[in-house]
């Protein structure tokens, strides 16, 4: 099998946008794929393990041939003709394993046999997990602007309509905040770091995110960038309170009944929209005592059945005192507790998205001049 063509761990593969197949066991590709990949397996999760434990009992050579009994006959024919299926569909994709090794090799022989010469990534998954959280790490080293503001100030809307903001809740699939839980599963950390990854490569200059903790929902923002987000600039976005109340009734209530109703349909998504609400309320036990959530909750209960008569608007009555009661004082004990923050604007939305489109092209211009030669 020496002769099968390999291409090199290249970031451009996922900037190509081509697919990618990952011949590794499901349990594998859960943890974490690469961005575009469809997890077609040489062996399943038992027979994996299977293999895996003859490997440590008697070595490579037996463990070898315990797969080959194992993905043999039918089981092998319905496996080479998914991937056949594939590659049909796209004629451009390429094969992968963890380390490129032996299971991309047996993919590729036996795809070759059937008819279709397709390469793997040479050093596999491992070497461009390596080269996408390398990609993060650069990122830290850019000029980097950070955008905050009380909740419901559309801060996440303004990233997005910069071609050089990074969406770190896109990412993770969540809104960052107790009721940010997006319907669709989260992705893994690892899924979320590649996630990241692929985003950067299409932002080489300056980059603009949104204020957040470490944790956004289950995922972790990697730590150099993290830091390097900590100790850069800021803009703070000002908004009215009913400018805001109207932006989180369209974030918790509206977006997400249109997921959940697109998802679920009707009955099975108010049903599961209603206890995510529910519960995301009831984990702030702590933060807001058990009287003012009872308060909340009897509003919130409320709120769900003039719902269900048409009154979507009803939910401002829990809304409202959640912002006031809870979000902001926490968002101003923040402030208070890093007095070192330098915010370079603060400002409405259209004044803030202005600013960090001037601090954008400052950073550029100044970024382009370092780089020409004296």
Not at 46 to 73: D, W
Not at 177 to 201: C, K
Request: glycine fraction near 8%; charged fraction near 25%; include cysteine.
């Amino acid at each position: 099998m020496s002769d099968l063509p390999l291409v090199e761990p290249d970031l451009a593969l996922l900037g190509e946008g081509r697919v990618l197949i990952d011949v590794r066991a499901p349990v594998e590709f859960a943890q974490g794929g690469l961005p575009g990949a469809v997890n077609l397996p040489l062996m399943d999760d038992e027979e994996r393990r299977r293999v895996g434990i003859e490997y440590k009992r008697r070595g490579q050579q037996a463990a070898i041939a315990l797969g080959e009994r194992l993905v043999s006959g039918g089981i092998k024919a319905s496996r080479v003709a998914a991937w056949v299926r594939l590659l049909e569909a796209h004629p451009d994709a390429i094969v992968y394993c963890f380390r490129g090794g032996l299971r991309s090799q047996i993919a590729q022989q036996w795809i070759r046999e059937a008819g279709i010469t397709r390469p793997r990534i040479r050093g596999g998954w491992k070497a461009m997990r390596q080269a996408l959280c390398a990609r993060i790490d650069a990122a830290a080293e850019q000029p980097l602007l950070v955008v905050g503001g009380l909740t419901g100030c559309a801060k996440t809307a303004l990233i997005r309509r910069l071609p050089n903001g990074l969406d770190l809740e896109g990412c993770a699939r969540h809104k960052g905040s107790a009721f940010g839980r997006h319907p669709l599963p989260a992705p893994s950390q690892i899924d979320f770091e590649h996630a990241v990854g692929q985003r950067l490569l299409d932002l080489p200059g300056p980059l603009v995110v949104e204020d957040e903790s470490r944790h956004i929902g289950a995922a972790n923002v990697p730590l150099e960038l993290w830091h390097a987000m900590e100790q850069a600039p800021r803009l703070r976005v000002e908004m009215p309170l009913d400018w805001r109340l109207a932006q989180i009734h369209k974030d918790y209530i509206d977006d997400l009944w249109e997921v959940y109703r697109q998802q679920c349909g009707e009955w099975l998504g108010w049903a599961l929209m209603r206890r995510q609400l529910s519960s995301s309320l009831a984990r702030l036990r702590k933060r807001l005592g058990s009287a003012r959530l009872a308060r909340l909750q009897r509003l919130q209960q409320l709120a769900f059945r003039e719902h269900e008569r048409g009154n979507r608007q009803a939910h401002e009555a829990w809304l409202a005192p959640l912002l006031t009661e809870y979000y902001d004082p926490m968002y101003r004990y923040q402030l208070e507790k890093h007095p070192e923050q330098r915010f370079l604007h603060v400002g409405d939305w259209e004044s803030c998205l202005e600013a960090a489109r001037a601090w954008s092209a400052d950073a550029a211009h100044s970024a382009s001049q370092v780089k020409q030669p004296a």
